[in-house]
């Protein structure tokens, strides 16, 4: 490996120690479903968001909901302490497209219909609001 991508790979890792995150890969919702349900909770304080998650009629919410719980546990374990409430909050979450899956559904008249069954990433950054207003 070269230098100066030595220097920015250490750059890189000693970035991602100050970020607490937590990904969801594949997930077998199209990406406008999970879209919504990201939605509702960016930028919220994750108490009240684990709330809304939890009483959302969305199917996809219950995956959020899990993921969310994952970034704290995350932020908890490179802290070394728990989480207090109040003390932190949803600052990035954002849903990509993953594979398509592509398949065929018989039509009338010997045609056939393109049926497309999409999946997604979903990726939740957390941080404490100490740091927000800084």
Not at 54 to 63: D, M, Q, T, V
Not at 84 to 92: A, H, M, T, V
Not at 100 to 121: D, E, F, V
């Amino acid at each position: 490996m070269g230098a100066r991508k030595k220097i920015s790979a250490e750059e890189r890792k000693q970035a991602l120690k100050s970020t607490y995150f937590a990904a969801l890969r594949n997930v077998p919702t199209s990406p406008r479903k999970m879209r919504l349900v990201a939605d509702l909770v960016r930028g919220m304080e994750v108490g009240r968001a684990l709330g809304v998650l939890k009483f959302s009629n969305k199917e996809a919410a219950a995956r959020v909901e899990k993921l969310l719980r994952s970034a704290i546990a995350n932020w908890e374990e490179k802290n070394g302490r728990k989480a207090e409430d109040g003390e932190l909050y949803i600052s990035r979450i954002f849903v990509d497209g993953a594979a398509t899956l592509k398949r065929m559904r018989p039509a009338p008249q010997g045609r056939g219909y393109r049926i497309r069954k999409r999946s997604n990433h979903v990726t939740i950054f957390v941080d404490s609001i100490t740091n927000k207003e800084n």
